[in-house]
């Protein structure tokens, strides 16, 4: 079983140009596309968020279901869902503005336990910065480290969101020796200011740093250099690329028994480049299509 622990909630997508586009809801939120994804490669995938009692949250709920994601670690709450707006470049990159005031999966707090047969926790966005929740999912990731449990974090930064972004550098440095699997991309690395080199000796097995359609690129504790291309395909956004990215790496180390820092480490040239290619071909798919919309098993092969 793979938990993806973070917020889910609702894009508006402009179906067109200027600031009085109309606007689309699709359902959305890093880790909740990642959760997504997972279940539709095929992983077994629980869902642990706090997601409103509204309309929208119902709507969220109802699509975890319907890709087999195991959603009794969620929370409920009757705030609203948080909005998040989208505005989708020439190139199909997409930046986005986000209404969060008193929304209910900001109010996570710290579950009990997590589902039995857990062998890896997935950690990103907004949800490790929007208090009070952001501090759960710290303990969260720092308790589920602790016992020995595999970590990924993807920081999936949201600059909009960060008041003290010195701070919030600091913070993410102090989550790294509970990280596992550390994915974000290069936009993320330079905001971030740091190395992959740098990150891995605080505590990573491995550091996968995302280029969009110039690739992929691992960094291993060891001292590996993997890179891959990006796959050929025609944009219609971004939304959701680097989620499926997240997913599919998990899912790949999933299949392979290798959700573990030895094993990781252990991958060597031809298993990273399997692994690297298949998450690029993953993201191709997501990108092909509009809004956050991953691939099927059957969609990408593995």
Same mark, same amino acid.
């Given at each position: ?36 994804? %997972?279940? #539709? $490669? @095929? ?5 642990? +968020?706090? *997601?409103?009692?509204? =309309?929208?949250?119902?709507? !969220? %709920?109802? #699509? $975890? @279901? ?5 959603? +009794?670690? *969620?929370?409920?709450? =009757?705030?609203?869902?948080? !909005? ?219």
């Amino acid at each position: 079983m793979i938990v993806v622990a973070g917020e889910a909630l609702i894009d508006l997508v402009p179906q067109g140009t200027g600031a009085l586009a109309a606007l689309r809801p699709a359902l959305g939120g890093g880790p909740y596309n990642t959760a997504v994804a %997972l279940g #539709r $490669l @095929g992983s077994p995938t629980a869902f642990c +968020s706090r *997601v409103s009692h509204d =309309a929208f949250g119902e709507a !969220l %709920l109802d #699509r $975890l @279901g319907e890709t087999g994601v195991d959603v +009794s670690p *969620v929370q409920r709450g =009757a705030e609203p869902t948080t !909005l998040a707006v989208a505005s989708v470049d020439a190139d199909g990159s997409a930046a986005y503005s986000f209404y969060v005031d008193g929304t209910a999966d900001r109010l996570f707090s710290l579950p009990a336990a997590l589902p039995s047969g857990t062998r890896a926790v997935s950690f990103g966005t907004c949800s490790m910065v929007l208090e009070p929740g952001a501090s759960a999912y710290e303990e969260l990731l720092r308790e589920t480290a602790a016992r020995g449990v595999f970590t990924a974090l993807d920081p999936n930064i949201r600059a909009g969101l960060i008041p003290d972004p010195d701070a919030y550098r600091a913070r993410f440095r102090s989550w790294l020796p509970s990280v596992s699997l550390l994915k974000l991309s290069a936009e993320d690395a330079e905001w971030l200011g740091g190395t992959p080199r740098e990150w891995l000796a605080a505590g990573p097995a491995a550091v996968v740093v995302t280029r969009g359609g110039a690739g992929l690129t691992a960094y291993t504790r060891e001292g590996g250099e993997y890179a891959v291309p990006g796959e050929a395909v025609d944009v219609v956004d971004t939304i959701g690329a680097g989620d499926t990215v997240n997913a599919a790496l998990l899912h790949g180390l999933a299949v392979r028994d290798a959700l573990g820092d030895e094993a990781v480490a252990g991958l060597g040239a031809e298993g990273w480049a399997e692994l690297l290619g298949f998450a690029a071909r993953a993201a191709a798919v997501t990108c092909s299509r509009a809004g956050a919309e991953p691939p099927f098993a059957h969609e990408v092969a593995f």
